[in-house]
Nanobody
Framework: QVHLVESGGGLVEAGGSLQLSCAAS????????MGWYRQPPKKQRELVAT???????TYTDSVKGRFTISRDSAKNTVYLQMKGLEPGDTGAYYC????????????WGQGSQVTVSF
C-alpha cells in the first residue's frame, strides 16, 4: 500500500527553482510531522527540512534562506519550495511522515530526483 506519493523534482540550472510535493494517504492516521531527507551521489542521507504539525519548521543549515517547507492540511500535502538551487543540492529527495497512532511509525515516499547543473 502506498502511503506517501511524491511529485516534482527534475533537472534545473544553478540558480533555478523547483517544488516538491508529498501527499499523505488517508490510510495514515496520527501523523504529527512530515519532511524531506536527501541523498547526494555517494553520500549519506541527510535531513533537509521538517514540518511539525504544531507549525514548527526546521532546516539544515545549507538550505536555510533558500528552501521553504509548507503544508496544506486540507490536501494532506507538504511542499518543499527550493529556490537558488546549487549543484550541491543534487540528489534523491525522500519525503517522510511520522505517525504516532499506537506505536511510532515512519513512512517513506518513493523518492524524487533533483539534479542541478552548473
Amino acid at each position: 500500500q502506498v502511503h506517501l506519493v511524491e511529485s516534482g523534482g527534475g533537472l534545473v540550472e544553478a540558480g533555478g527553482s523547483l517544488q516538491l510535493s508529498c501527499a499523505a494517504s488517508e490510510s495514515i492516521s496520527g501523523v504529527n510531522a512530515m519532511g524531506w531527507y536527501r541523498q547526494p551521489p555517494k553520500k549519506q542521507r541527510e535531513l533537509v527540512a521538517t514540518y511539525a504539525f504544531d507549525g514548527t519548521t526546521t532546516y539544515t543549515d545549507s538550505v536555510k534562506g533558500r528552501f521553504t517547507i509548507s503544508r496544506d492540511s486540507a490536501k494532506n500535502t507538504v511542499y518543499l519550495q527550493m529556490k537558488g538551487l546549487e549543484p550541491g543540492d543534487t540528489g534523491a529527495y525522500y519525503c517522510y511522515a511520522d505517525a504516532s497512532a499506537g506505536r511510532p511509525v515512519r513512512y517513506w515516499g518513493q523518492g524524487s530526483q533533483v539534479t542541478v547543473s552548473f
